[in-house]
């Protein structure tokens, strides 16, 4: 009995200990607990949807208030200024469901967003001033489109990609874009089609995504490419027009983070055919002779495989690339479609405009020392002992794809030419 009793008591011992150990490290977590220290109410918050970039002459120092830096004192930058425009959500307005969508209905007239823009030095010091004038702090977890007018992105944007990378608040899957003439005019655009202009900005981007107008860049993409020691960013390139809506221009290319060229709204179609990217969302006019015998295909889907290669102490690249077509429209009634004949000859037409293009835009991007198909990182993947010896850097890269050679290789099917009730 003695034994029984003394092993009973050390179980209740160990039970006993366990459990006051167990309370003490629960106390001890509870000062570690944060909780919602750091917590920012919605209401105390300046939601911003869009930011505009403009280059502005030094002459509007005179404008910028004394917030970060004295006037005329030794502490006062030098050097070119921009002018930063946000629109920034109204609480209330924005529409959130099917109800409250559209441009009409109640309410329809009152302002979504507010537009302000301020002067600065640098992207933070006109954050700090437009702060200043702000009862809310700046949040910029729903911003959706950064807009740079043409000017500042040909002297470059390297610093407003560094403080913008550096946010942790900003969404990756945002767009960037250039603007011919002044990005403060897209943040104080109207348009017809959506009440916040921003979100106007971004669905058209989105909309040219799925419909193979544009290949898919976010601004996070466009970081990763011009990254890369093989490869150049580019952004979209869009102008507003005269009804308050943005026309989508081109691409614009860099070198580095300055802003070397533009294509033109058909050679991204070009772009999308070397790289194989779908959906196919470009037509173009074949022409078979003389010019009555023009008909209209449809690219329906695109492949594409690169090669590379070393040649004559170079890289050698071979483009094979496959397109599959509609016969869509023809330009005179007196051309006859039914023979399988005339339907290889617009296959091989296509072919022959299709090389004349791709070659085009290669020379264009080579001119700019603008790789802005990757060629350089094919040459780092599959033929790393040539890079490490040869290029080394993003620098030689640039310098050395100029004088790169590369063969294309097209082949063009009509895949179908539309169905006739009879």
Known sequence: MGAREAGGSDLNARAWCKSALALIALLSSVPLLTG??????????????????????PSEAEKEDEITHLRGSYLEPGGSMIRLGVQIAVPGRIPLGPGEGGGSGQGSSKR??????????????????LQQQLSGQLFFGHLRVIVVSESLARKGIQNLNDYLRRNSQLRRMAWMMVTKGKALDLMKSAPELERVPTLYLMSTMDSAVRMGKFPTNYVGMYWSRASKKGQEGFLPYVEMKKEQNIELKGMAYFKKDRMVGVTKPFEIATYMVIKGLNPAGYRAFVRLGNPERT?????????????????????????????????????SNELTVNRSSLLREVGKQNEKALLSSVESLIEQTKQAHSDIFGFGEYVRAMK??????????????????????????????IRRIGMKAR
């Open 112 to 129: 979504t967003v507010w537009v302000m823009d301020v002067p600065g030095y640098t992207i933070d010091d006109a954050l700090m001033n």
């Open 36 to 57: 919602c220290w750091d917590r920012l109410e919605i209401e105390d918050r300046a939601v911003v949807l869009g930011i505009s970039v403009d280059a502005i002459d």
């Open 384 to 413: 790393p002992g040539y890079w490490r010896t040869h290029v080394k850097s993003k620098e030689a890269w640039q310098e050395m794809y100029p004088r790169i050679t590369v063969d294309f290789h097209i082949h063009s099917r």
């Open 295 to 331: 008909v209209m295909v449809y690219a329906t889907s695109r492949k594409s495989k690169i090669n590379v290669d070393i040649r004559n102490g170079l890289p050698h690249f071979d483009v094979n690339i496959f397109t599959e077509l509609n016969l869509e429209e023809k330009v």
